[in-house]
């Protein structure tokens, strides 16, 4: 089930019983695994797998012959299609693109406005963003979620990005709202602030 969903708000998809939200569409022809979720406001159509622990959320959009497994994440406004296989730990979001047969895997981050796609291959611990970093942004894997400087003057957690003041503010009620423990609470707190420490530090094309 989606942890921080009640059950009346979830349901599970007819073809591979994963988990969807109510507010989110699936068409009957995708497959999404049993321990698969679908979340949010995302779209699942045509012939796309979810499998493992993946999860697609926010407005998010996979379609085509597209494949999302192990505990890969596809979020925020990004889209997955063709025949395009993100998987492992890859997390693609914001308004990113991988389509064509293009593979994003490992630990591998997509996100900005970046495009992924033709027969390439993003893997390893590589990011890929639409706004250029001179060197590799921050990046720290909490217990649950990774936490990336993904952009000048903000964070993600996971898919949810933030600016540093907003999760400053915010930090301990989403943390309860996706489910953390008191401990894994107290735990990102300390990562995140961390992280604001050496991301005020960053300057741009240095």
Same mark, same amino acid.
């Not at 894997?141 to 936490?147: L, N, S, V, W």
């Given at each position: 089930?989606?942890?921080?969903?009640?059950?009346?708000?979830?349901?599970?998809?007819?073809?591979?019983?994963?988990?969807?939200?109510?507010?989110?569409?699936?068409?009957?022809?995708?497959?999404?695994?049993?321990?698969?979720?679908?979340?949010?406001?995302?779209?699942?159509?045509?012939?796309?797998?979810?499998?493992?622990?993946?999860?697609?959320?926010?407005?998010?959009?996979?379609?085509?012959?597209?494949?999302?497994?192990?505990? &890969?994440?596809?979020?925020? =406004?990004? /889209?997955? #299609? *063709?025949?395009?296989? $993100?998987? !492992?730990? @890859?997390? %693609? +979001?914001?308004? &990113?693109?991988?389509?064509? =047969?293009? /593979?994003? #895997? *490992?630990?591998?981050? $997509?996100? !900005?406005? @970046?495009? %992924? +796609?033709?027969? &390439?291959?993003?893997?390893?611990?590589?990011?890929?963003? *639409?706004?250029?970093?001179?060197?590799?942004?921050?990046?720290?894997?909490?217990?649950?979620?990774?936490?990336?400087?993904?952009?000048?003057?903000?964070?993600?957690?996971?898919?949810?990005?933030?600016?540093?003041?907003?999760?400053?503010?915010?930090?301990?009620?989403?943390?309860?709202?996706?489910?953390?423990?008191?401990?894994?609470?107290?735990?990102?707190?300390?990562?995140?602030?961390?992280?604001?420490?050496?991301?005020?530090?960053?300057?741009?094309?240095?």
């Amino acid at each position: 089930m989606i942890t921080f969903l009640k059950a009346e708000e979830q349901h599970q998809h007819s073809n591979g019983g994963g988990w969807v939200a109510n507010t989110a569409v699936v068409a009957a022809s995708a497959y999404i695994g049993p321990d698969a979720q679908v979340c949010g406001d995302a779209q699942v159509f045509d012939n796309a797998w979810l499998c493992g622990n993946a999860q697609v959320s926010g407005n998010a959009l996979v379609y085509g012959n597209a494949q999302v497994y192990g505990h &890969a994440q596809v979020c925020g =406004h990004a /889209l997955v #299609y *063709g025949d395009a296989r $993100v998987f !492992g730990n @890859a997390l %693609v +979001s914001g308004k &990113a693109q991988v389509y064509g =047969h293009a /593979l994003v #895997y *490992g630990a591998a981050q $997509v996100f !900005g406005n @970046a495009r %992924v +796609s033709g027969d &390439a291959w993003v893997y390893g611990n590589a990011r890929v963003s *639409g706004n250029a970093w001179a060197v590799s942004p921050l990046y720290i894997q909490g217990t649950r979620h990774a936490i990336t400087n993904s952009a000048y003057g903000f964070l993600n957690v996971g898919c949810i990005k933030l600016s540093f003041s907003e999760w400053k503010k915010q930090y301990k009620a989403i943390g309860k709202q996706q489910g953390y423990t008191p401990a894994q609470i107290k735990e990102y707190g300390t990562l995140i602030k961390f992280a604001m420490k050496i991301g005020k530090a960053a300057k741009r094309g240095k």
